[in-house]
């Protein structure tokens, strides 16, 4: 029987993003936001005790937001008590969620009718969500509102190119794949 892990992320439109990401991998776990990165590292022990006897393993995904990530990860290990260590494992997306998107242009493209090049050293993006925005207002569109249009441009990713173009995100899916399997 496979194991039974959760998903915890840091707020609703990475939870809508993961939510998509997994259909197209035929991933089935529960992905649970707990609203931003500070009520996260708040309340994940609380979390961990109280469904630790229903689940197997716990995958914190969270944002480096222009930090370096070992020490965006180290903030994180820090924060778990001893006693839950070894239920977790933690997976630290390089500054954002919308690096991924940024990687798979043409989900953007497709999304926003919108035309432009690709873009040199994504992973480099500081703050993706800021490059994102400035894509579509330059277009005459939408504006990005990440709470509506992360879920619709998740929707059109094509996970395989992704897993090709981006280690971070080959690694998180990897990760949760092999967390399923039985020992």
């Known amino acids: 029987m496979p194991k039974k892990i959760r998903i915890l992320c840091e707020g609703i439109s990475d939870q809508d993003s993961l939510k998509e990401i997994f259909k ?14 500070e009520r996260l590292l708040k309340k994940v022990n609380q979390y961990i005790d109280n469904y630790k006897e229903l689940v197997d393993k716990f995958i914190i995904i969270v944002d480096s937001h222009c930090t370096d990530p070992s020490k965006t990860y180290q903030k994180v290990y820090d924060n778990i ?3 839950n260590k070894d239920k977790i494992e933690i997976h630290i997306i390089k500054h954002a969620l919308e690096n991924w998107f940024l990687l798979e242009e043409n989900a953007i493209k497709e999304r926003f009718k919108i035309k432009f090049k690709s873009i ?4 480099e993006i500081c703050r993706p969500d800021e490059t994102l925005k400035e894509l579509i207002r330059k277009s005459g569109r939408l504006r990005y509102q990440k709470s509506i249009h992360a879920k619709a441009i998740s929707e059109l990713l094509d996970t395989e190119e992704l897993k090709r173009k981006s280690k971070n995100f080959d690694k998180f899916i990897k990760l949760v794949i092999n967390s399923q399997i039985d020992d």
């Open 24 to 37: 197209k991998e035929s991933i089935k776990q529960k992905i649970v936001q707990l609203k931003s990165r």
């Open 81 to 83: 008590l001893d006693q």
């Open 120 to 123: 040199p050293n994504v992973d």
